[in-house]
């Protein structure tokens, strides 16, 4: 099993930045990807950024320039630096994970609001 905490959500303004963390603990060495989606009200979960064990990236469209991740292999946490944010943005995050037996787990969530 895997266990993955996110934080670093908030209320920010339109163009501030937000950085978010989320570690994995657990049976962490079958880990290959993570990442994170979100989930606005009304509207399904869709990716937002992956990262592969090797650091492969890959981003939605709505973020691509915008969103950054990252991934600490040595504290087991994978980040995503949010810059420039726009309403739209507004949705909880949350992180997930996948093994090398193609188990999916999943954090709790974090509330990212953006408003004026």
């Known amino acids: 099993q895997v266990q993955l905490v996110e934080s670093g959500g908030g209320l920010v303004q339109p163009g501030e930045a937000l950085r978010l963390s989320c570690a994995a603990s657990?049976?962490?060495?079958?880990?290959?990807?993570m990442g994170w989606h979100r989930q606005a009200p009304g509207k399904q979960r869709e990716l937002v950024a992956r990262i592969g064990s090797s650091g492969s990236t890959s981003y939605s469209d709505s973020v691509k320039g915008r969103f950054t991740i990252s991934r600490d292999n040595a504290k087991n946490t994978v980040y995503l630096q949010m810059n420039s944010l726009k309403q739209e943005d507004t949705a909880v995050y949350y992180c997930n994970a996948r093994d090398t037996k193609y188990n999916e787990y999943w954090g709790q969530g974090t509330q990212v609001t953006v408003s004026s």
């Open positions: 657990g049976n962490i060495f079958r880990l290959n990807f």
